[in-house]
T-cell receptor
């Protein structure tokens, strides 16, 4: 079963605007990760946030984690055409993560020029 | 260049034939993973290996087999027992035992007719 579920399923915005996507999960976690996938390509790791962190930044990315609501959000500021991709949240199948990740269905982000 | 390679990028097979997908990494990672992705879906774990000569079933292992004879290599065989083999297959690796990101290969798109 899928642990994480992203929302919305699809998002289309103008270049330069901010994009926010959300992820909800079901069980307790040690950390939550966000990945990006360009069409027909492999996934690229974006950011990992641990359960004792509430917010984390990496360049134009900001991730928040609310363990009480079992939810996370990914904010991309000042979007660019190159940000067009699918974005997935992922959590460990069990506590550690060495036995693989569980992914949501993703948010497909389209940046209009 | 360090990374994960998968070959071939596209693979076509007739129903009833076994096919082996290649995955090689030169990141010196202990753990390797195989995921399957269907259109508009997230990734689902097929098999994983935390160490050479050992591997474990993931969530959808039926109809697949793997081997891990070398640290760098983790080939996946899609057997004729897999009922719906047409999909995008992604290999990944990670260092350490837990709480770390995974590095993905570019994927192999398998079409079975």
């Amino acid at each position: 079963s899928q642990q994480g579920e992203e929302d919305p399923q699809a998002l289309s915005i103008q270049e330069g605007e901010n994009a926010t996507m959300n992820c909800s999960y079901k069980t307790s976690i040690n950390n939550l990760q966000w990945y990006r996938q360009n069409s027909g390509r492999g996934l690229v790791h974006l950011i990992l946030i641990r359960s004792n962190e509430r917010e984390k930044h990496s360049g134009r990315l900001r991730v928040t984690l609310d363990t009480s609501k079992k939810s996370s959000s990914l904010l991309i500021t000042a979007s660019r055409a190159a940000d067009t991709a699918s974005y997935f949240c992922a959590t460990a199948r069990t506590g550690g993560g060495a036995d693989g990740l569980t992914f949501g269905k993703g948010t497909h982000l389209i940046i209009q020029p | 260049d360090g990374g994960i390679t998968q070959s071939p990028k596209y693979l076509f097979r007739k129903e009833g034939q076994n096919v082996t997908l290649s995955c090689e990494q030169n990141l010196n990672h202990d753990a390797m993973y195989w995921y399957r992705q269907d259109p508009g879906q997230g990734l689902r774990l097929i098999y994983y290996s935390q160490i050479v000569n050992d591997f474990q079933k993931g969530d959808i292992a039926e109809g697949y087999s793997v081997s891990r004879e070398k640290k760098e290599s983790f080939p996946l065989t899609v057997t004729s027992a897999q009922k719906n083999p047409t999909a995008f297959y992604l290999c990944a690796s990670s260092q350490g035992t837990a709480y770390v990101e995974q590095y993905f290969g570019p994927g192999t798109r398998l079409t079975v007719t």
